[in-house]
């Protein structure tokens, strides 16, 4: 069977050793989604693919598909975002984003936002390695979005009355697209699925689900209002993927580690 090229592009998401000599790398393509690429001869020292088998690049490539594996047979890095593993926080984001789309993402028909969505999650993050909390909780909220898997927060959905912009608290669940106002929560016997948020946080969180994705990630936040975001689309995510999320559990090891590094 005749092996026919392609040219692609997408985003290194992980690779692996395969044999002795070669690496298998998990590529997100723009057109066709989530691929094995083969590169044989990566693992030899002066192989001149070895520059492409670094994660969370973004690259062009050609393959050559024999049966159902493609081999590759050139590339160039569009942006190498190597930035990225200068800082273990945005390492463990940068993972996390890469793991989600390992398990969610195959040939789906999704897979062009969710390349576009990844391309600009590891640009920003290799550019603001300090704002990983932020980047997280955007990818997060716009993967589940892509999925169809959010609600744009206009009202109570008990009582109907609008969230307006005021200093009242919305209450926002973790397990549905469900929010309630501040009266209704008092009355509801579930609240423990209810997160507490400003309306300002209901605001990005529509923003992030639905706005043009390079205005999503110039958005900037507080710490507070970070922590906010990245505890409820950690919970939201859990819940709707069915997965245990550990990012919050690893950053926060991290930061006491840190600290205690401080200290001394
Ligand atoms: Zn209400």
């Known amino acids: 069977m005749a092996s026919q090229a392609s ?3 997408g985003i290194v998401i992980a690779s692996r050793d395969y044999g002795d000599k070669d690496k298998l790398v998990d590529f997100l393509s723009s057109n066709l989604g989530l691929i094995s690429v083969c590169v044989k001869g990566a693992l030899s020292r002066n192989s001149k693919f070895s520059g492409f088998t670094i994660p969370f690049s973004t690259c062009d490539i050609t393959v050559k598909k024999t049966g159902n594996f493609y081999y590759l047979s050139d590339y160039s890095i569009l942006e190498g975002n190597s930035e990225i593993i200068n800082s ?11 793991s989600v789309i390992q398990r969610f993402v195959f040939q789906s ?3 062009r936002e969710v390349y576009e969505l990844a391309a600009y999650a590891y640009f920003t993050l290799a550019r603001n390695t300090n704002k990983y909390l932020l980047i997280y909780s955007i990818f997060n909220w716009r993967f589940l979005a892509i999925l169809g898997q959010t609600i744009e927060y206009k009202s109570c959905s008990v009582c109907d009355e609008d969230i307006i912009d005021d200093d009242s608290s919305i209450y926002l669940s973790i397990l ?5 106002c501040e009266s209704c929560f008092s009355k509801t016997t579930n609240k ?6 400003s309306f300002s946080i209901v605001k990005s969180l529509n923003f992030i ?7 999503v990630f110039a958005l900037s936040s507080n710490q507070s209002a970070s922590e906010i975001l990245a505890f409820f689309t950690t919970k939201y995510l859990e819940r709707q993927l069915e997965i245990d999320i550990e990012v919050l559990v690893e950053l926060n090891k991290l930061n006491l ?8």
């Open 7 to 9: 040219n692609l592009r």
């Open 88 to 98: 273990l926080e945005a390492m463990i984001v940068a993972s996390h984003i890469s």
């Open 109 to 111: 028909e999704n897979s």
């Open 176 to 180: 549905e697209g469900r929010s309630i």
């Open 192 to 197: 423990s699925s209810y997160v507490k948020v």
């Open 209 to 215: 689900a639905y706005g043009n994705l390079s205005k």
């Open 257 to 264: 580690y840190s600290s205690a590094q401080d200290t001394n």
